[in-house]
T-cell receptor
């Protein structure tokens, strides 16, 4: 059974800090790993990773995938209060295309 | 990015009634759409995969007669919660992909409350 585990489940930091969110997975036929940000409603897309070792970057956010260790991290530098959200990691199965989500990391940025 | 529209965003219904939720891909065709359910402070759980022109594929433990899915066109999938009960109260979210190699885009979600 496909499985995604995120850590930590909850994280509280001060504005300006740098955070690293972790995602480990087990999937039979890996196609991709995706990161989403969820505030009050539906998740919004952040990154899609398919290859090991290639960092994807968008502003203060970056992510990288290690397909050997079955692991991905999401980094946020110089955090702002607007970064407060639940960050979801999901893996996509090659055949079915369905996403299996982790439990999410609830990130709180205090001013 | 692509736009997926879900309607309604919020619905309150009486126990025993049925509720229909629509999911539309506004600017692309989606042969496959996905329906998820999310409990408070929990992650998204896949309920079913909706395939245009054929029967939906349900995940283990999801009652297909309870959660009816219809994917009548390449831009519309509907989820009908039949004979709703308070335990069906939840946040339901759909997603769709443009093609095999793109990310899934999510609708805004529907918060269902059964009273």
């Amino acid at each position: 059974e496909d499985k995604v585990v995120q850590s930590p489940l909850s994280l509280v930091v001060h504005e300006g800090d740098t955070v690293t969110l972790n995602c480990s997975y087990e999937v039979t036929n890996f196609r991709s790993l995706l990161w989403y940000k969820q505030e009050k409603k539906a998740p919004t897309f952040l990154f899609m990773l398919t290859s090991s070792g290639i960092e994807k970057k968008s502003g203060r956010l970056s992510s990288i995938l290690d397909k050997k260790e079955l692991f991905s991290i999401l980094n946020i530098t110089a955090t702002q209060t607007g970064d407060s959200a639940v960050y979801l990691c999901a893996v996509e199965d090659q055949g079915a295309q369905k996403l299996v989500f982790g439990q999410g990391t609830r990130l709180t940025i205090n001013p | 990015g692509a736009v997926v529209s879900q309607h309604p965003s919020r619905v309150i219904c009486k126990s025993g009634t049925s509720v229909k939720i629509e999911c539309r891909s506004l600017d692309f065709q989606a042969t496959t759409m996905f329906w998820y359910r999310q409990f408070p402070k929990k992650s998204l759980m896949l309920m079913a995969t909706s395939n245009e022109g054929s029967k939906a594929t349900y995940e283990q433990g999801v009652e297909k007669d309870k959660f009816l899915i219809n994917h009548a066109s390449l831009t519309l999938s509907t989820l009908t919660v039949t004979s709703a009960h308070p335990e069906d109260s939840s946040f339901y979210i759909c997603s769709a992909k443009m093609n095999l190699n793109t990310e899934a885009f999510f609708g805004q979600g529907t918060r269902l409350t059964v009273v």
